[in-house]
């Protein structure tokens, strides 16, 4: 079993920078791949970045050069530094373990960016 927790959202300005922290625990592989979604109102769900046990990145289009996901060695915290925000990354940031047919999420943290 994996809990995951984050935190760091908050209210910000446009153009300013927030750093999300994921606190994973329990039976976290450095097999699976973590990263960090979102959910604006209204909206489906979408991933916003990945990073895989090797350490290889994967960012969507929309925060590429804006947003850098981070982990620690052991798997126990993963980030999300994100700058240069804009008013629609303003959503729920959730983060999310998948090892093979195994998914985890947290409780989401809200981050909201005002222009």
């Known amino acids: 079993q994996v809990q995951l927790v984050e935190s760091g959202g908050g209210l910000v300005q446009a153009g300013g920078s927030l750093k999300l922290t994921c606190s994973g625990s329990g039976s976290i592989s450095s097999l699976s791949i973590m990263g960090w979604y979102r959910q604006a109102p209204g909206k489906q769900r979408e991933l916003v970045a990945t990073?895989?046990?090797?350490?290889?990145?994967n960012y969507t289009e929309s925060v590429k050069g804006r947003f850098r996901i981070s982990r620690t060695t052991n798997w126990k915290n993963i980030f999300l530094q994100m700058n240069s925000l804009k008013p629609e990354d303003t959503a729920v940031y959730y983060c999310?373990?998948?090892?093979?047919?195994?998914?985890?999420w947290g409780q989401g943290t809200q981050v909201t960016v005002s222009s």
């Open positions: 999310n373990y998948r090892r093979l047919s195994y998914e985890a």
């Open positions: 990073v895989t046990g090797r350490g290889a990145t």
